[in-house]
């Protein structure tokens, strides 16, 4: 009897091999594109970083190269509509004739009241990375209390149903589409919240902290490799239980569950 994994090279070194990758991260300068960049990086892959400020991304691009051993560049790129997502490709065509990696980072969000939420936050919403806010509804410390970021969640659902809709599109060309979806991490998004209410976001995590660069990091890679090459159309949540388990802790003492 011959076993199925007889002829299959199931090492680490071979399923987790990024030396060949080629990558581009959408808002790769800072908060969690810079944390998916670094994995690459310190995994031998070739980056590409775009964002809109040159001056992030320069520092970021040497803080990268320092670490290697891979090679990171830039490309200024404003992705707010289709012009600047097809000069995004135009230039990258001119630096590289394939991509393994798409990481669709580039984000925003806009809080406000309910009863006068603006036009204009709802289209510049409707684009953009998928959270876990999507599944908890309340701004989660992206917006002042008694407001929220009500354009925020359904732009993401919407990004989440046409993940599902790509996967299957581009299944049959071997392109894997999933969806990432965090609880709060450091970044200049959450950078409000961070600063006025880290206290009551640490309390909803039932691990006691909010992510790091190595969870993102980690889960990137690992979507990237050999070894997800079965998985597609996944939203895969990333908030330490958050959402799933209801927790909630009491700020300052003892901790509670609420079912």
């Not at 691009?61 to 135009?90: E, F, H, M, Q």
């Not at 204009?120 to 999507?134: E, Q, R, S």
């Not at 976001?201 to 993102?216: E, M, N, V, Y």
Request: hydrophobic content about 35%.
């Amino acid at each position: 009897m011959t076993h199925a994994a007889s002829k299959d090279d199931l090492r680490v070194s071979t399923l987790f091999d990024y030396t060949s990758h080629v990558v581009l991260v959408t808002g790769g300068a800072t908060g969690l594109g810079e944390m998916a960049a670094q994995a690459f990086i310190q995994n031998g892959a070739r980056v590409f970083i775009a964002s809109r400020k040159e001056s992030e991304l320069a520092s970021t691009t040497a803080r990268l190269n320092a670490l290697g051993p891979g090679k990171c560049s830039y490309i200024v790129a404003d992705l707010k509509d289709k012009a600047g997502c097809l000069a995004l490709c135009t230039e990258l065509k001119k630096q590289t004739d394939r991509l393994t990696v798409l990481v669709n980072n580039t984000g925003a969000s806009w809080g406000d009241d309910y009863y006068n939420y603006p036009e204009h936050a709802w289209d510049k919403l409707m684009a953009g990375i998928t959270t876990v806010d999507v599944t908890t509804g309340e701004g989660g410390g992206l917006s002042n209390p008694g407001t929220g970021t009500y354009s925020y969640g359904p732009a993401k659902a919407a990004c989440i149903h046409l993940t599902k809709m790509q996967a299957s599109k581009l299944a049959p060309k071997n392109i894997m589409v999933n969806v990432i979806c965090p609880g709060v991490f450091p970044s200049r998004m959450t950078n409000f919240g961070l600063e006025k209410f880290a206290d009551a976001l640490t309390a909803g995590q039932p691990t006691g902290r909010i992510g790091k660069p190595s969870d993102f990091g980690g889960l990137v890679l690992f979507l990237s490799s050999k070894a997800s090459a079965h998985i597609t159309g996944n939203a895969v949540e990333m908030d330490g239980g958050a959402t799933l388990t209801g927790w909630r802790g009491k700020v300052g003492g003892s901790s509670e569950s609420k079912l």
